[in-house]
Every structure is written in structure tokens, then in C-alpha cells.
């Protein structure tokens, strides 16, 4: 028997295609815009009614589609992007499928109104579920204007997993948002159910864009990045450790001025920020990654919503190392309390000030020049050479204060017995004593470490330790020895289920051994698999924890000084390796305002 295969008519393929591109109405928006900007568009005005379910209408100042092209282009395939395969790895342009517009006219109406800025007359075309059904002539600025209506209206089922029309306006507004952050050179306009939502003009850089877009609390709470390499320029801003959020979304990447989703960027990223935010907590970043088109790979997801790199390593690596430079370098913030809160304060009369506190410091830091990396005082060890770009230019910094080392700082004592307060030429500093501590023995363990330093000191034990240890334990610990014997353990096998302790690290020497032994594998009782360079660092923190000056401990002013002298040298100073605050500041006029004095 024959005739069980068919080759499927042009209206089912493209409703396919659609199920793959669009989405929701927001799908349909990302698709229109970047259609307007492949066209040069330079002034966009989106419309949106019910959020984008009703109706969607962009319009653009672009270069305008010819009578004889305006039919076409709502062919499937169709596009004036790419001639041969080859060209999809030289494309700039945003689209080069040809699928976006028979795509949304097979699930919806569509009404094009276009014109060439030289022609005489413009075109409209009208599209109704997948056909033509009305191309004329007609008077229209310069420009295309593309109307969406009776959307996902020949799919109905589509229309079931919609949500409210409040949360998909809210996709439309990313897509609008990530548009406006890789275009600072657009004029961007707004309206949702006839109310101007969003009236952006031109940006001078991308921290004007951002700051409109994003808020200017984000901004201002964030380092610079920029970094060049093998080709490949990396440009944004990611938060001060003391800025983190509940998820991730705060995480945006663009490559090749397209928003992306990558694992590994996103790995890279984490990567930089571990020891130095609490687990479970994400920084907020924007990256801009700039790269030859022959270099990525734009053909792997329909929604063009991941690409692939050429070379990943190189932008994983650089993307770590630009992070890792900047993060270094900032300490001395006014960590701000999680996502801009002060904890609530127990007690009515404290919880009066509580907001007083919060707008103070939110003050300090909105003021503080604490991403500039002119700071003097601290070493930024990696910090890349910040040059002018034409998207980016560091703000001028105004108001920088002479800068402010540890050392130089006044010790006035200790309260509660693990804050040292001191004195500044302008503000009241408080360190935890442990957070900070810990901090340092972190960094001089990696730094040992890396070195590979013989010296690594260790102290032996009188006697050796003999630890009898369950199967499980046992295993992990000879997994782990390498990295424990470079930290100055001395550890060895006695028998199939114990182990003899001959040295431990003399920052550990004065804890009972065994015990410390026991703590560090609890430590670890859920066996994560950890990367190598992970498990080291999750290594290093546990011993700086155990080591570190703990609260309640007396410390002298002589060790202060060492302390804060310490403090000096080591990157990441603002935060322990848990991602805790080292240090919080309080500047005098924000006492005074505390005090009402002003
Ligand atoms: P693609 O963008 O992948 O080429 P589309 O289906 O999105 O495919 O668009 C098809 C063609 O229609 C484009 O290649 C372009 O020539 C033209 N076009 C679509 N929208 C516009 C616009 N706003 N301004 C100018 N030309 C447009
Ligand atoms: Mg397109």
C-alpha cells in the first residue's frame, strides 16, 4: 500500500515553525524588533494591548521594504540576510532565516505598512493565518510598521498557556529591556493600552542606557568591567560582592549584541564570585562579549536564544578573569544588606530608625566612588586597563576621597566581642574580626598554594594520630589528601579504615586534632562532586574558618595592626570566603542624618 507519506502543505509547515519561534506574544515582539533593527532602525515605538495578547504594533524608522519584496518577505525561507549557507557565519544582522514573519502571520493577522525613503508610495500588506489577502498601495512614512492582531487566534490551543495578560506584558518588557541595554544609540518608545510606559532617547554610553533601564540603585552598587583578548571584547558591569540576589536573573549576556542563555557563561561567572558570596546567592551582572561573526555559531537554537563559540575556553577563561580582577579590588564597600534591606530590627524604637538606616545607607553607597578602581590604598592585581570605548565610558568619579588603607585607619576598640570599630578621616568603619581573619588565611592559603611554596607550614604532632574512620570517610579523605598536604597536613594510611595524623597546618596547630578531623568531614557530609578547584577552595575555607580569630576572642591593638595591615594585602577584602561582609561603614554624615542633626 502506498500514499502514507506526505509532504506536508506550506500553512501546516509554517504553524510548525511557529511552535518552534513563537512562543508568546513576547516571541512575536523579540522577532518584529529585530527585524526593525536589522532594517537600521534607529527609533522603534512598540504598542501593546493586553500585554501584548491583544495586539502587538512596531514601528521603525528603517530602510523600508519595496512593493515586490513586501510579499515575499512573508514567505517562508524568505529573507534578504544571507544568500548562501556560508553567510550565516559573516551575518551581523539579528535574523537570516526567513521564518519570523510567515511564522507569526500563520498564527495571527498581520498588517504591514512600509516604505523606501526615496519611493513614492508605500505598501500594505495584510496576512490572515498564513495568507495574503491584500497587498496595495498606500501613503506612509518612511519606515515599516508591522501590526499583529487576533494572535495565536488559528492555534487556539496555543492561547491555553498564555498567562495573565500582566505576566506576558512582563516578557515583553524584558525583551524591550534587553533590546535597549546592546542599543544605547536607539530611541525607544512604549505605549501599553495607549499609556507611555517607556520614552527613551539615545543613550551617550551604556551606563546612561543601563541606569534608565535597570535603575540607577543597580548601577551604582556595580563594577566596571572591560577586557579585550584573542579577539574577543568583553564589556559590562557585574555587583560588589555585598550585592546579591535570590536567583538569577539578574544575569544578562549578550553576544554579539544578542541576549543569550549560556551554561558557560553563567559557570564563569559563578565561578568568579565563589568564596566571595554566600552559596546559594547570585551576583547581578550585564556582560556585552564582542566577537567575530566567523567565530560563533548563531545557527543552534530556534529562538536564537543560545549560540555556540568556537573557541569556549577562551571566553569562559576571559569572562573568569576580568570578573575575578574586578571583584578583587573592592573592599571597603557599605556591604548593603541583602537585595537593599536592613534585617528587621527587634525592637519598636530601633525599628523607627530601621528605615532612617536603610535610606542612609543606601545614600553611602549610592555615593560612593566604590567601583572605581583609582582607589588608592588598595591593589587591584588584575584589574584590566580600563580604556574609553565607544559603548562604555567609566564615569568620572566625582567626589573621589583620598584613598583609605586599613592600616591607616584609627582603632578605637572592641564591641561585643568581635567588632572593631575605628576611625576614618570621614566615616566610622566596623570590621567583624573572624569574617575578616578568615579572609586573610584564605588568601594566603590559595596564594601559598598556588605558588606551590615548600614552606607551607606545618606543624608536627608529639604523637601521631590514629583515626578510624567509616568506609566513606575514609575514601573521601584519600581523595582529598593531595590538597590537604599541601596545606601542611601530613596524613597517612594505617590499614584499610584508619589514617595516622603525623602534621596539621600550624594555622590549626592549637585545635585538638581528631576533632578538627571530624569537623572538616561533616564539613563535607553531603558529597557533592565538587570541581578539583572547588573541593580546594571549599578546603582552604574550612581551615581559614577553624583558624581564624573567633568571636569572644580578646585581640590586641598589636594584632590589629597585623590584622589591618593583612587586610591590606590580600584581594576580596570586603567579604569572608562564606560571601559574608568583612567590613560596613558608616560615613559621618550619614550619623549625622541618623542623629537628625540635618
Ligand atoms: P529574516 O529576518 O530571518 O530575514 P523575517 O521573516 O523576519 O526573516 O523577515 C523577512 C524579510 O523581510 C527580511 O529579510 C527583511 O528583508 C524584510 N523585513 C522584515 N521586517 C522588516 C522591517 N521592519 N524593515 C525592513 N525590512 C523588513
Ligand atoms: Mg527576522
Known amino acids: ?24 506574544p513576547a516571541s512575536i515582539l523579540k522577532e518584529l524588533l529585530e527585524n526593525a533593527l536589522d532594517a537600521g532602525a534607529k527609533d522603534i515605538t512598540v504598542e501593546l494591548e493586553r500585554g501584548g495578547c491583544g495586539s502587538i504594533r512596531v514601528t521603525d524608522d528603517g530602510e523600508g521594504i519595496d512593493r515586490e519584496d513586501a510579499a515575499l518577505a512573508f514567505c517562508r525561507f524568505a529573507t534578504s540576510k544571507i544568500y548562501q549557507f556560508d553567510d550565516i557565519y559573516k551575518v551581523q544582522s539579528f535574523g537570516f532565516r526567513g521564518e519570523a514573519l510567515p511564522s507569526i502571520a500563520s498564527i495571527s493577522r498581520v498588517e504591514m505598512v512600509t516604505r523606501k525613503r526615496d519611493a513614492l508610495a508605500g505598501t500594505r500588506v495584510i496576512a490572515e493565518a498564513g495568507d495574503i489577502k491584500e497587498i496595495t498601495e498606500t501613503g506612509c512614512p518612511a519606515g515599516t510598521s508591522v501590526h499583529v492582531t487576533n ?67 543597580f548601577l551604582d552598587q556595580m563594577l566596571f568591567l572591560t577586557a579585550e583578548k584573542n579577539g574577543i571584547r568583553l564589556h559590562g558591569f557585574a555587583s560588589q560582592p555585598g550585592l546579591t540576589r535570590a536567583n538569577s536573573r539578574h544575569i544578562y549576556c549578550f553576544v554579539n549584541r544578542r541576549f543569550i542563555r549560556d551554561h558557560l557563561i553563567n559557570s564563569a561567572i559563578m565561578t568568579a564570585y565563589r568564596r566571595l558570596i554566600e552559596a546559594k546567592r547570585y551576583p547581578a551582572a550585564v556582560l556585552l562579549i564582542d566577537l567575530p561573526p566567523h567565530d560563533v555559531d548563531v545557527n543552534v537554537h530556534p529562538a536564537k536564544l543560545e549560540v555556540r563559540f568556537r573557541n569556549p575556553r577562551d571566553v569562559y577563561q576571559m569572562v573568569v578573569e576580568t570578573l575575578t580582577g574586578a571583584l578583587a579590588g573592592s573592599p571597603l564597600l557599605s556591604p548593603p544588606p541583602e537585595d537593599g534591606k536592613l534585617p528587621r530590627a527587634d525592637f519598636p524604637a530601633i525599628r523607627n530608625y530601621g528605615k532612617g538606616v536603610e535610606e542612609a545607607l543606601k545614600r553611602y553607597t549610592l555615593s560612593s566612588p566604590s567601583y572605581s578602581s583609582e582607589r588608592a590604598g588598595f591593589r587591584r592585581p588584575y584589574f584590566p586597563q580600563t580604556t574609553e570605548s565607544q559603548l562604555f565610558k567609566e564615569s568620572g568619579g566625582s567626589g573621589e576621597r583620598p584613598g583609605l588603607t586599613f592600616s591607616d585607619l584609627s582603632f578605637l576598640g572592641q564591641v561585643g566581642g568581635v567588632y572593631l570599630i575605628f576611625a576614618a578621616e570621614d566615616r566610622m568603619i566596623i570590621v567583624d574580626q573572624h569574617a575578616a581573619h578568615e579572609r586573610i588565611l584564605f588568601e594566603k592559603l590559595k596564594k601559598k598554594s598556588a605558588d606551590s611554596d615548600p614552606s607551607m607550614m606545618s606543624q608536627r604532632l608529639l604523637m601521631p594520630e590514629v583515626i578510624s574512620l567509616p568506609p566513606r570517610d575514609f575514601a573521601f579523605l584519600m581523595d582529598c589528601l593531595p590538597i590537604l598536604e599541601g596545606c601542611g597536613f601530613e596524613i597517612e594510611p594505617f590499614g584499610n579504615d584508619a589514617v595516622a595524623l603525623k602534621s596539621v597546618p600550624s594555622l590549626v596547630a592549637k585545635l585538638e586534632p581528631k576533632r578538627m578531623i571530624m569537623d572538616f568531614l561533616e564539613g563535607f557530609a553531603v558529597r557533592e562532586v565538587l570541581a578539583l578547584d572547588e573541593q580546594r577552595e571549599k578546603i582552604y575555607a574550612f581551615l581559614a574558618c577553624k583558624g581564624a580569630i573567633k568571636a569572644q576572642q580578646d585581640i590586641t591593638s598589636a594584632e590589629v595592626k597585623f590584622l589591618c595591615r593583612d587586610l591590606d594585602s590580600v584581594p576580596n577584602a570586603s567579604t569572608c570566603p562564606h560571601g559574608r561582609p568583612v567590613i560596613v561603614s558608616f560615613t559621618f554624615s550619614d550619623l549625622e542624618k541618623m542623629f537628625k542633626r540635618r
Do not use: W
Open 1 to 24: 500500500m502506498s500514499g502514507k507519506i506526505i509532504v506536508l502543505p506550506d500553512d501546516l509547515t509554517n504553524k510548525i515553525a511557529a511552535g518552534e519561534v513563537i512562543e508568546r
Open 151 to 217: 494572535i495565536f487566534e488559528p492555534v487556539p490551543v496555543r492561547r491555553k498557556f498564555l498567562k495573565s495578560e500582566h505576566t506576558e506584558q512582563g516578557y515583553c518588557m524584558d525583551v524591550i529591556s534587553r533590546l535597549a541595554i546592546s542599543h544605547t544609540d536607539l530611541r525607544l518608545k512604549v505605549l501599553a493600552k495607549g499609556r507611555e510606559v517607556l520614552n527613551i532617547p539615545a543613550a551617550r554610553d551604556a551606563r546612561e542606557r543601563l541606569a534608565l533601564v535597570l535603575g540607577t540603585d
